[in-house]
C-alpha cells in the first residue's frame, strides 16, 4: 500500500500539494480573489431575504433636487427633514453626508458672500437666526449621528473631531490599529455639529479592486487614534451603549461589544464587517422632499426604523456595487449593513475558518492521491466528484443555516490539479508497465488476471504474501440429478447462463474469482488489491447472487435451451470466511496460477456445505459475521465441522442493513435469540416457545427450513437428553 501511494508520480503530487498548502497559508490576492467570488456566487443564488426592511434612506433623489434645487440644500430644510423623521418615530438617523462647511444659504454668511446687497438688507439679514445654529438644534434634539470622510492628505484638518468614545480590550488603540483600514486624517463636521451630535461616524465603504463592497470596515484607524464607521455607531447610539469595546485577539480584531446592551459584533481579524445582501428594493427609498413636506405615507415608512440620509440622484456620483446588485445608491451599503448586523445574518469567517480550509485543502489533496493510487483515475473522478459535491453542500449549509463563509474551492481545485497532473504521469508510466507485464505473465496467468495485475502491477507480490481475506465457495445444489436431463451441449450452456452473472456480480463487488469447479464458484475478496470492507463486499455479493438467481430462473424459464421449467429451479448453497491466508501465484513448475491457501479457505469449503444441513443458501464464519454485524443477521449453530476438532460459531445473513432495521426483521431476531440461549441452555420448553413465535414470521425470509432443522432437534433432545456435560456444539458429520 506505501508502495502504491508513494510510488510513480506520485512524489510530485506530494510537492505539488505542498506547494499549494503554502500557497493558501500565504493566501496572495488573487487567492482571495478567488475565494470572494465564490462568496459572490453564494450571495448571488441565495441573496438575504428581506421581508421587511429595519433600515430606510431619507433619498436626496432627482425629485427633491428638481423642487429644492442643486445640493447642498439649506440647513434649514435639512434640518426640517430630519425633524420630521424625529417626531415621525426614526428610531435613530445617520447622515452619509459631511457638513464640513457653514452653510452659504445661512443669512448671515449669505450677507457676506453675495455681492450687490445694500446695508439695510444686508443688517436685515444679520440679524436673523442662523441656519448652522437650527440645524445643531435639530441634531442635539434628535438622536443623530454625522458622518464622517476619510482624508488622504496628511496634516491636521481644520474640522478634525476628538477621540472617539471607544477602548479596547487586549491591547491599545495603537496596537489594534495596525491590523485596521487607515487613513491619514478625517473630514468632520462644523465643531457646532460635532458637540452637540449623538454620535459620529466615517462612511467607509472601502470597495475591493473589482469595484465590488464585500466587506465594509467596523473601525478604521487615523493616526494613532480608532473611530467607527457610520452602522456601528448608529447602533451604539440607537441602543443607548455609552462607548464601543474593541476586543483584540492574537490575529487581530476579534469583535466590537456595544458597552451596556453588552451586544456583540464579530469582525474579521481587520475589523471588517461581511454584509449579508439582499436585492436591492427601491422600497427602501424615501423621497426627501416627501419627508420635508410631512407626508403621510412617507412619514409612516420611517416609523421605528434606523433611518439614512444619503443620495440616489445620478449626478451627485453616490454609486456602488455589491455581490448581488451591479450599481445602487452608496447609502444602500450602510443599510444593508445595518439589516445584516440587525437581522443577526452577518456573514462571518469562522475563527477556525483558515485552519480548516488549509487542513482541508491538504486533506483533499492526500486523498485524490491515495485513491488515484489505491482505485485508479475513473473511480477518483468519481470520488473527486462527490467529494466536491459534499464540500460545497457543507458550504452551503454554513452559508444558508448558519451566515458562516467556508472557503472550499481551493481544496476542490488543489484535487482536480493533483488528479490532472497524477493522471496525465500515471497514464504515461502505466503505458509502459503494461506492456512490461503483460510479457512477463501472459505464460502463467489468465488473461483477466493479466489485466487486473497489468493495470495495477505494483498490488501484486509474487510468490505469495499472508493477507487477511474473505473467501466464496458458492455451489449449484441437486446438479448432479439436473445434469442427468441434459445433454453436453445443454448442460454447458446451463453452467454458463448460471456462472457469468455470478461473477459478473463477484467482480462488480471488489471479488476475484479464482476458479471454476464444475458448478462450484471459488472466489476471494482483498486481493490481488486492497479491499478494507471485504467482509462487507463478499456478504453484498452472496446477497445480489441471491437476488439474481431469482431474476434467472425465470429467464432460464424463457429459455428453450436450457429446459429449465422441465426440471424445477436452480438452487445455491453459499459460504463465507474470513481469515489470514497465504495468495500468491500456487502451482507448478509447468503451469501457474493466483490462489489462496490456508484453514480459512478450508472453513468456507464447510460452510458452503453445511447449507444443506441448515436448508438455507447462505452460511458465514464469525470471522465474517464480526465485520457485518449491522446487515440483518442471524447466528445458525456451534458447530464442529467436519475433519475439525474445535467448533465455529456460524450465521446465515437474511438481507443488508436496509432490511435489518424492518419490524419484522427486528421481531425475528429477538425470538431467534432467545431460542438459541434456551436451546444451549437445554431449556427445550423455553426454546420451543421461542421457535413458535418464530415460524409465523420466518416465510417471510425464506426460513421455514431452518426452524423445521430446530424443531427436530428439540424434540430429538427433549426424549434423549445430551447431559449436563453438552456445550451446545453439533458435530457436523458431513462436508
Known amino acids: ?36 467570488r465564490v462568496y459572490d456566487v453564494y450571495q448571488q443564488i441565495y441573496p438575504r431575504p428581506a421581508p421587511e426592511m429595519a433600515v430606510r434612506v431619507i433619498d436626496i433623489d432627482e425629485a427633491s433636487l428638481a423642487e429644492l434645487g442643486q445640493w447642498p440644500w439649506s440647513r434649514k430644510v435639512v434640518g426640517d427633514i430630519v425633524l420630521n423623521a424625529a417626531k415621525a418615530g426614526a428610531a435613530g438617523i445617520g447622515f452619509d453626508v459631511v457638513f464640513a462647511e457653514q452653510d452659504n444659504l445661512s443669512p448671515k454668511r449669505f450677507a ?4 450687490g446687497i445694500d446695508a439695510a438688507t444686508k443688517e436685515a439679514l444679520e440679524k436673523l437666526p442662523s441656519t448652522d445654529e437650527y440645524f445643531a438644534e435639530v441634531v442635539k434634539q434628535t438622536r443623530a449621528v454625522l458622518g464622517q470622510a476619510e482624508r488622504h492628505e496628511s496634516g491636521i484638518a481644520a474640522n478634525a473631531p476628538g477621540p472617539a468614545a471607544l477602548a479596547v480590550l487586549n491591547g491599545t488603540k495603537e496596537s489594534v490599529s495596525r491590523y485596521l483600514l487607515s487613513f ?44 467607527p464607521t457610520l452602522a456601528i455607531e448608529m447602533l451604539r447610539v440607537a441602543a443607548g451603549a455609552s462607548t464601543l ?23 474579521d481579524g481587520r475589523g471588517r464587517l461581511w454584509p449579508h445582501y439582499s436585492k436591492f428594493n427601491p422600497d427602501r427609498l424615501v423621497s426627501a422632499k416627501d419627508v420635508l413636506h410631512g407626508k403621510p405615507e412617507a412619514l409612516e415608512a420611517l416609523k421605528g426604523k434606523l433611518v439614512l440620509l444619503g443620495a440616489s440622484a445620478a449626478g451627485l456620483r453616490d454609486i456602488r456595487a455589491s455581490p448581488v446588485d451591479k450599481g445602487f445608491p452608496g447609502v444602500e451599503v450602510h443599510a444593508q449593513l445595518l439589516e445584516s448586523i440587525m437581522t443577526d445574518t452577518l456573514l462571518t469567517q469562522p475563527a477556525w475558518g483558515d485552519g480548516a480550509e488549509r487542513l482541508l485543502t491538504a486533506i483533499s489533496g492526500i486523498i485524490m492521491i491515495i485513491t488515484l493510487a489505491v482505485v485508479g483515475a475513473r473511480w477518483s473522478l468519481i470520488v473527486f466528484l462527490f467529494a466536491s459535491i459534499s464540500l460545497f453542500a457543507g458550504a452551503w449549509y454554513l452559508y444558508v443555516y448558519e451566515n458562516l463563509l467556508v472557503d472550499v474551492a481551493f481544496a476542490i481545485v488543489t484535487a482536480f490539479l493533483i488528479y490532472i497532473v497524477v493522471t496525465y504521469l500515471e497514464y504515461i508510466r502505466e503505458q509502459k508497465e503494461r506492456q512490461k507485464t503483460r510479457s512477463a505473465f501472459s505464460l502463467y496467468l489468465s488473461p483477466a488476471m493479466v489485466e487486473r495485475v497489468a493495470a495495477n502491477p505494483e498490488a501484486l507480490k509474487l510468490g505469495g504474501e499472508m493477507r487477511d481475506m474473505t473467501l466464496m465457495f458458492c455451489d449449484l445444489r441437486g446438479f448432479t440429478t439436473i445434469s442427468e436431463n441434459y445433454n453436453a451441449g445443454g448442460l454447458t450452456h446451463l453452467i454458463n447462463a448460471f456462472l457469468t452473472p455470478m461473477t459478473d456480480i463477484i467482480q462488480a463487488t471488489g471479488g476475484c474469482v479464482d476458479k471454476y469447479i464444475g458448478d462450484c464458484i471459488m472466489a476471494f475478496w482483498n486481493a490481488p488489491l486492497d479491499a478494507p470492507l471485504h467482509r462487507r463486499d463478499a456478504c453484498r455479493a452472496a446477497l445480489l ?45 509447468q503451469r501457474l496460477n493466483y490462489s489462496v491457501l490456508g484453514d480459512a479457505v478450508n472453513l468456507a469449503s464447510r460452510l458452503e456445505g453445511q447449507s444443506k ?15 457485518v454485524k449491522d446487515m440483518a443477521a442471524l447466528e445458525l449453530d456451534l458447530i464442529q465441522v467436519k475433519g475439525k476438532t474445535v467448533p465455529v460459531r456460524i450465521f446465515t445473513l437474511v438481507g443488508d442493513e436496509t432490511m435489518a432495521a ?23 420448553a423455553g426454546a420451543r416457545a421461542a421457535l413458535q413465535k418464530c415460524v409465523p414470521i420466518a416465510p417471510r425470509f425464506l426460513l421455514e427450513g431452518l426452524y423445521e432443522v430446530y424443531e427436530e432437534r428439540i424434540d430429538h433432545m427433549e ?3 445430551p447431559g449436563p456435560e453438552w456445550d451446545g456444539v453439533f458435530v457436523a458429520t458431513s462436508k
Open 1 to 36: 500500500m506505501l508502495r502504491q501511494i508513494f510510488g510513480g508520480p506520485r512524489p510530485y503530487a506530494f510537492a505539488m500539494l505542498v506547494a499549494l498548502v503554502a500557497l493558501k497559508v500565504a493566501n496572495p490576492a488573487f487567492v482571495d480573489e478567488l475565494e470572494v
Open 719 to 721: 426424549k434423549e437428553p
Open 245 to 267: 469595546l474593541v476586543r483584540q485577539g492574537p490575529a487581530g480584531v476579534e469583535d466590537v461589544v456595544l458597552q451596556g446592551p453588552n451586544y456583540i459584533i464579530p469582525t
Open 184 to 227: 491619514e486624517n478625517i473630514v468632520g463636521n462644523l465643531p457646532g455639529l460635532e458637540k452637540v451630535a449623538a454620535g459620529r461616524g466615517m462612511f467607509i465603504t472601502n470597495p475591493e479592486s473589482d469595484g465590488i463592497v464585500r466587506r465594509i470596515p467596523a473601525i478604521v484607524a487615523v493616526g494613532k487614534e480608532v473611530y
Open 112 to 115: 457676506a458672500l453675495a455681492p
Open 662 to 684: 424492518t419490524p419484522d426483521y427486528g421481531e425475528l431476531r429477538r425470538h431467534h435469540n432467545i431460542m438459541m440461549a434456551a436451546y444451549r441452555a437445554q431449556d427445550w
Open 613 to 627: 444441513t441448515y436448508h438455507y443458501d447462505l452460511v458465514i464464519g464469525e470471522t465474517t459475521y464480526d465485520g
Open 545 to 589: 447472487m441471491r437476488a439474481r438467481l431469482r431474476t434467472l430462473n425465470e429467464e432460464l424459464k424463457q429459455d428453450p435451451e436450457a429446459k429449465l421449467d422441465k426440471h424445477g429451479e436452480l438452487k445455491i448453497g453459499i459460504g463465507l470466511n474470513t481469515g489470514e491466508v497465504c495468495v500468491g501465484n500456487m502451482g507448478s513448475q
